[in-house]
């Protein structure tokens, strides 16, 4: 969860294109801050612990120069990073990868191919906690089906995109969660069929999970320590690695994949695609900022591995993504998200017990 990012975007729109359900915006990044007893400046994290309290750190997860070797946050702008600013020509596949912006922070999100009804809702993949509420991330428990939300999405964040980029209301959040897994569903106010006239290109899920050493291409905007004239779609090469239980504070997360792609605040929710099948096979959520260093081991900012008898221990070199195979599961052959579904495999809400 360190990978969300404390920033405000704020957008200029021609007044006639406002009411549209398509909003074409032009790019204006302004350094606002957000009070919560304390100024938080642009670039900080937004972290809950286990109070239910805002908590800010400075923070990355770990970045890695083109040989894997792990290289100092404090680098993040230099050119030793292995990572690359995608073009409009270049990146144009990816162009549905884009910017989640949830009033008080941002994340990265994509839209996803569900079906081949192109009247059915168009959906984006992000993290779940992605989809807190200012000052509170979701419980470790809690599993949000249906909700309103503020979020927007902004799609074609090229650094050379010319035209005014567009950007899309979310209708509501399906479904969203952090127990055991830290993914989230957002259905858009538009519908495929839309989203595709708009050349948006939505990206496939895998129906599997990824094998170790998959090679892997990750696209993300980074936006933590990073130069304002570099906060755009950057591609991340790396490969699967081990499969591992994550704890972070009271998060738990048994089916997390690890990997050495580089990743900064705001990369929250980027896609980790197969360079085999070009499929998603798994999430950007997590790894561990060089500055929780001197904190305990499974704390916020800087997870940890749970492994036999419960031992416990940090590997500030590994970053983790999580599964989404189950995700595709959960949508009909309209293409249309329904957590009732007999093959859905998503866990779903408690029911409570009736009284007796």
């Known amino acids: 969860m360190v990978l969300a990012i404390v920033s405000q975007i704020r957008f200029q729109l021609p007044r006639a294109l406002r009411s549209s359900r398509l909003q074409w ?21 937004l972290a809950i612990g286990t109070s239910g309290y805002l908590s800010a750190n ?21 050119d030793r990073v292995n990572w690359q600013m995608l073009s409009t020509a270049a990146g144009r596949k990816y162009n549905g990868v884009g910017l989640i912006d949830v009033d008080y922070g941002t994340c990265t999100g994509f ?20 989809q807190g509420k200012a000052g509170k991330l979701p419980d470790d428990r809690e599993i949000m089906v ?12 090229f650094h050379d995109f010319k035209p005014d980029r567009l950007t899309i209301p979310v209708k509501r959040l399906v479904y969203g969660t952090m127990k055991n897994n830290d993914i989230a569903i957002l259905e858009l106010d538009i519908t495929q069929r839309q989203l595709s006239k708009a050349g948006i290109d939505a990206l496939q899920i895998a129906p599997k999970p990824p094998v170790l050493g998959e090679p892997l291409l990750v696209v993300g905007i980074p936006a ?19 499969i591992a239980n994550v704890k972070e504070d009271i998060y738990n997360w048994q089916q997390s994949i690890r990997h050495k792609c580089s990743i900064v ?30 904190q305990p081991q499974c704390s916020l900012n800087r997870p940890c591995e749970v492994g036999k008898h ?10 983790y993504g999580q599964l989404v195979d189950r995700i595709p599961t959960c949508f009909d052959r309209r293409g249309i998200f329904d957590l009732d579904r007999p093959t859905c495999q998503l866990e779903r809400p408690s029911t409570p017990k009736p009284n007796t």
């Open 25 to 45: 915006r032009s790019r204006s990044v302004s350094a606002s801050l957000l009070k919560f007893g304390k100024n938080i400046g642009i670039g900080l994290l």
């Open 58 to 78: 400075i923070v990355q997860a770990a970045i890695f120069d083109r040989s894997g070797q792990k290289i100092p946050d404090r680098e993040v702008n230099s």
């Open 111 to 130: 839209a996803i191919s569900t079906g081949r009804n192109p009247n059915a809702p168009a959906y984006v993949l992000t993290n779940g906690h992605c």
């Open 146 to 157: 249906d909700r309103s939300t503020k979020t927007q999405f902004t799609v074609n964040y």
């Open 224 to 242: 933590q320590g990073v130069k304002d004239e570099r906060n755009y779609l950057h591609a991340v090469t790396c490969q699967v690695g081990e």
């Open 265 to 294: 605040g705001g990369m929250s929710g980027s896609p980790m695609i197969s360079l085999k099948t070009r499929q998603v096979v798994g999430i950007i959520n997590t790894g561990v900022n060089d500055n929780a260093a001197t």
């Open 310 to 319: 419960g031992f416990v221990q940090t590997f500030p070199q590994e970053n």
